[in-house]
């Protein structure tokens, strides 16, 4: 059974950027695809990025494009999100998860980690 934790929120002003990591531990995750989902309160949960086994291929929702980039080191079996010009509407907890073949949507993923929070403030 794998294991996510993710770690690198906070409380941050608008305008500033996080680096957001998950750890996994339990199973290689380097042939399944993965991805960030975030919920805010009182909202479904929101696709943020979604990155192939391999790393070559990402999705990012044209709402985020160009701010959020994922990047995973197999290596490591660690999955990042670096986050810039972050906006108060980008407060949420933020889901490292385990996908399958496909990486674009939210189904796809299931298996999930605790979160992390991440507010920003105006």
């Known amino acids: 059974q794998v294991q996510l934790v993710e770690s690198g929120g906070g409380l941050v002003q608008a305008g500033s950027s996080l680096r957001l990591s998950c750890a996994a531990s339990g199973r290689s995750l380097s042939s399944f695809a993965m991805g960030w989902i975030r919920q805010a309160p009182g909202k479904e949960r929101d696709l943020v990025a979604g990155i192939s086994w391999g790393g070559s291929r990402t999705y990012i929702p044209d709402s985020m494009e160009g701010r959020f980039t994922i990047s995973r080191d197999n290596a490591k079996n660690t999955l990042y999100l670096q986050m810039k010009s972050l906006k108060p509407e980008d407060t949420a907890v933020y889901y490292c998860?385990?996908?399958?073949?496909?990486?674009?949507?939210?189904?796809?993923?299931?298996?999930w980690g605790q979160g992390t929070q991440v507010t920003v403030s105006s």
């Open positions: 998860a385990v996908g399958r073949a496909c990486y674009d949507s939210v189904p796809c993923f299931d298996a």
